[in-house]
T-cell receptor, first 111, second 114 residues
Framework: DAKTTQPPSMDCAEGRAANLPCNHSTISGNEYVYWYRQIHSQGPQYIIHGLKNNETNEMASLIITEDRKSSTLILPHATLRDTAVYYCIVRGGTGGFKTIFGAGTRLFVKA | NAGVTQTPKFQVLKTGQSMTLQCAQDMNHEYMSWYRQDPGMGLRLIHYSVGAGITDQGEVPNGYNVSRSTTEDFPLRLLSAAPSQTSVYFC?????????????FGPGTRLTVL
């Protein structure tokens, strides 16, 4: 399974865009990039996923580089409720359904 | 749909006791998995299943057993609880293709082993 690398923590001002980076340099052609977040001790919540094109939904945007070795999750207008741990995961390919979480990025949104 | 449900929400065990953590989903998902999360840490995969009758080990399978007799249920058994198994346990499920399917997580079971 491809591994991902994320910064351990980031800060963001409320109302500003939060840009969370993720490196996945060993990703294979049929593996997807997923983003989840976990608020306090709740179960992780799905945010968005993509294969090679940029994706946008009501929560966030996902920008994947052309070589697919890195991606960025963008929360366009961060609020205090977006304070959470954000996980970038690579899934699919030979790993199939198996999903491995890394340590994630702890995002602090400050007023 | 209730989504992914887990019972119990909280449990305290003594060392050496056995118990089963229950997980059920009503979305007809093929894939189900169990994770544990220790304080301040990320999630670690214990076991997973790609369908009824098929299970496989994850990152930290020792001390845990699973079975998948139906699509809906995926119980996790602790045969002889140890203090090192004190953790929060999450169950998850997903559907469809391996690459393009989100996982839905349950609310978790908080287990303390004394």
């Amino acid at each position: 399974d491809a591994k991902t690398t994320q910064p351990p923590s980031m800060d963001c001002a409320e109302g500003r865009a939060a840009n969370l980076p993720c490196n996945h340099s060993t990703i294979s052609g049929n593996e997807y990039v997923y983003w989840y977040r976990q608020i306090h001790s709740q179960g992780p919540q799905y945010i968005i996923h993509g294969l090679k094109n940029n994706e946008t939904n009501e929560m966030a945007s996902l920008i994947i580089t052309e070589d697919r070795k890195s991606s960025t999750l963008i929360l366009p207008h961060a609020t205090l409720r977006d304070t959470a741990v954000y996980y970038c995961i690579v899934r699919g390919g030979t790993g199939g359904f198996k999903t491995i979480f890394g340590a994630g990025t702890r995002l602090f949104v400050k007023a | 749909n209730a989504g992914v449900t887990q019972t119990p929400k909280f449990q305290v065990l003594k060392t050496g006791q056995s118990m089963t953590l229950q997980c059920a989903q009503d979305m007809n998902h093929e894939y189900m998995s169990w994770y544990r999360q220790d304080p301040g840490m990320g999630l670690r995969l214990i076991h997973y299943s790609v369908g009824a009758g098929i299970t496989d080990q994850g990152e930290v399978p020792n001390g845990y057993n699973v079975s998948r007799s139906t699509t809906e249920d995926f119980p996790l058994r602790l045969l002889s609880a140890a203090p090192s198994q004190t953790s929060v346990y999450f169950c998850a499920s997903s559907y469809g293709l391996a690459g393009g399917a989100e996982q839905f997580f349950g609310p978790g079971t908080r287990l303390t082993v004394l």
